[in-house]
């Protein structure tokens, strides 16, 4: 499944891309979800084993940031046992001074139960647009 968002900033791309490409702000974004994130590697591409409770149980997965183009394009992913993700986040200078942030979520289920999530999520027009628009302006806030 993909899922594909876009957020606008008033600030100049370097500055949403720093925000963006900061471990620490990652690990607030999921501590503000609920998500344990303990980082494992550090930068330059910083990777974390992470915990949320989901569906009456614990569930472990892990994620990685890397600047697969530098200065443009950041690359999260995400795996685990149920389901795996590339969160490509793509950095364009707006004319007017700003930055669009242009995301791409590639999500492919492995189990029965994150296969169900994926297809409420297909189901209810918008609702995956709206979590990845809410996680790109989460990551990239002043």
Same mark, same amino acid.
């Given at each position: 499944?993909?899922?594909?968002?876009?957020?606008?900033?008033?600030?100049?791309?370097?500055?949403?891309?720093?925000?963006?490409?900061?471990?620490?702000?990652?690990?607030?974004?999921?501590?503000?979800?609920?998500?344990?994130?303990?980082?494992?590697?550090?930068?330059?591409?910083?990777?974390?084993?992470?915990?949320?409770?989901?569906?009456?149980?614990?569930? #472990?997965?892990? $994620?990685?940031?890397?600047? +697969? =183009?530098?200065?443009?394009?950041?690359? &999260?992913? !995400?795996? %685990?046992?149920?389901?795996?993700?590339?969160?490509?986040?793509?950095?364009?200078?707006?004319?007017?001074?700003?930055? #669009?942030?242009? $995301?791409?979520?590639?999500? +492919? =289920?492995?189990?029965?139960?994150?296969? &169900?999530? !994926?297809? %409420?999520?297909?189901?209810?027009?918008?609702?995956?647009?709206?979590?990845?628009?809410?996680?790109?302006?989460?990551?990239?806030?002043?």
């Amino acid at each position: 499944m993909q899922i594909k968002a876009t957020r606008d900033f008033v600030r100049q791309r370097a500055q949403v891309l720093d925000k963006a490409r900061s471990p620490e702000r990652f690990e607030d974004v999921m501590d503000s979800l609920n998500v344990r994130a303990r980082r494992t590697v550090g930068p330059p591409a910083p990777a974390w084993d992470c915990r949320v409770h989901w569906h009456d149980a614990e569930r #472990r997965f892990a $994620a990685r940031l890397e600047e +697969t =183009a530098p200065g443009q394009t950041l690359l &999260l992913s !995400l795996a %685990s046992d149920l389901a795996d993700a590339a969160v490509t986040l793509d950095f364009h200078d707006l004319p007017e001074g700003g930055c #669009r942030v242009i $995301a791409t979520a590639d999500i +492919t =289920a492995h189990k029965v139960l994150a296969r &169900l999530a !994926l297809q %409420s999520l297909r189901l209810v027009r918008g609702k995956g647009e709206d979590r990845l628009t809410r996680l790109i302006a989460a990551l990239c806030r002043p």
